[in-house]
């Protein structure tokens, strides 16, 4: 069918097609507009690659080039292209864009060394008198300079004590009670020679503790070796002993164990390029190894995750949402899908948690938001359904939809190119209530001027909107682009407008969006999950690296106290090492820590 075929050419536009309201109508002028300078560019980039290869191929021969020739007369041609300025007029200056470059001062809080360059003694000497030069001054400079991380080895003595007053020995024969003389006379010495058997000696007086000389002496000498002292288990006191290591009786310590967390959950490095790392330090740490780190560090943070878990279901408003995974099984080495589930907690619960399921069935949210009760930004997964449903017992839904209007406009967007003016008008609704949204954060509204702003202004939209769609739905074709967008928005009306009810509410679900892209940024990398232990093992490591960032703390630093302290925390204890109260607690450390005085302002500082 060709593109002039009556069945495929689209009915004139007449003025009843547009909207009737000015801000509406304003914002489809400004979407046509963005549309056609976008489709403008795009003809222009492929109108010149066409006509580059159609020379290259069919032009005369003297017109065929190679394009990078151009690059030995790039100045040549830079120079015959750049008119000339009118006589009398100087050339404008073109303006400076962006913020100027330029060497900045570095941080106060780097650490610094100072090296001071001097003259020797003999250098100093005034070849003309002869006497020794006076330090006038010194020319400061700063220089940058990196020190490699390193791998370092902590050896732990434990020392041991025994009082020797209150020590015995269980080995000694009885014997009778030596006097104060006899502890005082020396000791005899062993015979020279050989004599005939008498009786037996006198006992020795009881050793306080092994001497050399009895430990040295010879078996087969007649002269008995005093036995090994056994002390009373009373009377020993040890050393406060090491501090207990986050894997019982393993090697790493917490710095390394965070390390690894970091590496892998934050800078996405993949175990294996972690093993090359340590085998240039001149450390073979096999991936098996750190694997199992990994595994049992999560183990470790259970726990605090758990009590995170809890705390994170007492929100208000929660955004989920889910990616895929590959998932090798550990006996047959076939790879699955596997989903990764994302629930971030409001702002009163600032904490983002991740959950490992081996398939998307709806078993995974059902079981985690299994006490939940509020509202839960989702998008339009079948799989939720069953949380929407109200309780047979009171006829209340526990769990209230709020739908991402992010998806719906971008149905929407994608159907541009098949119809433009009801996609663009489409994108001018979204443009006034998202301008609505920004104005609010913009003025820092809270949730009552939020809402308050809401029901003023976006519902009026909202009525319009939906009164659009309606009429869209008639006359639209079934199975194109622009049904299928209306339909979607349709569906979901309920959801999608429910986000004017509360003003701590967000029009779509695009921060739960961007949270899943650390594991989309990880898989590239890393590839697949091992085993089902291993996704748990990655939910847990994850949650608390993507709440460390949410909340700007510095992971390393967290994971490594945290790791510290874990292994003899109380579990009452444990809303301690919550990353927003761990934090809170530094800072007031920090602040009220004395320190020492702060050095004077040098003349050149902006303060």
Known sequence: ???????????????????????????????????????????????????????????????????????????????????????????????????????????????????????????????????????????????????????????????KYACPCCSRSAAAPPGPPRSAAAESQPMPAP????????????????????????????????????????????????????????????????GLLAHLIVSKYVDHLPLHRLERVYERQGLFLPRSTLCDWLAASADLLRPLYEQLVAAVLLSRALHTDDTPVKLQ?????????????????????????????????????????????????????????????????????????????????????????????????????????????????????NEYQTLQLRQELALPILKQFHKWLEEQRSQVLPKSPLAEAVGYALNNWTALVRYTEAGFLDIDNNVAEREMKRIAIGRKNWLFVGSPRGGQTAAVLASFTSTCQRLSVEPWAYLQDVLTRLPTLPAAQLGDLFPDHWQAARQASTATAPGPEAPAPSPASDS
């Open 1 to 159: 069918m060709s593109l002039t075929d009556p069945a495929t050419v689209l009915p004139p536009l007449a003025a009843e097609h547009l909207p009737v309201d000015v801000a509406t109508l304003q914002r489809l002028v400004l979407e046509l507009v963005a549309s056609l300078q976008q489709h403008q560019r795009d003809n222009d980039s492929l109108r010149h690659r066409l006509d580059v290869l159609l020379r290259r191929l069919y032009g005369p021969r003297g017109e065929r080039f190679d394009p990078d020739q151009l690059l030995l007369f790039a100045e040549l041609i830079a120079a015959t292209d750049t008119p000339a300025p009118p006589e009398g007029k100087e050339p404008k200056q073109p303006q400076r864009r962006g913020k100027p470059h330029g060497r900045r001062r570095l941080p106060q809080h780097l650490p610094r060394e100072s090296r001071h360059h001097e003259l020797t003694e003999a250098e100093r000497l005034c070849p003309g008198c002869g006497q020794a030069r006076r330090d006038i001054g010194v020319d400061k400079s700063e220089q940058l300079e990196y020190r490699p991380a390193s791998l370092f080895v902590i050896e732990h003595f434990v020392h």
């Open 191 to 254: 015979p020279t020679e050989p004599v005939s058997p008498t009786p037996a000696p006198e006992p020795r007086p009881e050793p306080l503790s092994p001497s050399p000389e009895s430990s040295a002496a010879d078996p087969g000498s007649p002269w008995p070796t005093a036995p090994t002292p056994v002390l009373d288990p009373g009377t020993i006191v040890i050393a406060a002993a090491k501090p207990a290591m986050p894997i019982a009786k393993g090697l790493p310590g917490p």
């Open 329 to 445: 099984d550990p006996v047959s080495h076939q790879l699955s899908l596997a989903r990764f589930w994302v629930y971030l907690g409001d702002a009163a619960h600032p904490y983002n948690l991740f959950d490992f399921t081996r398939t998307r069935a709806r078993d995974g949210p059902q079981q985690f938001l299994a006490t939940y009760q509020g509202y839960l930004h989702a998008d339009a997964f079948s799989g939720y359904d069953h949380l929407y449903l109200p309780d047979p017992r009171t006829a209340l839904a526990r769990i209230s939809e709020v739908a991402c209007n992010a998806h719906a406009r971008r149905k929407f967007y994608e159907a541009r190119s098949s119809a433009a003016l009801g996609s663009h008008q489409a994108l001018a609704y979204y443009a006034q209530l998202y301008e609505l949204e920004r104005r609010a954060k913009a003025l820092d509204f």
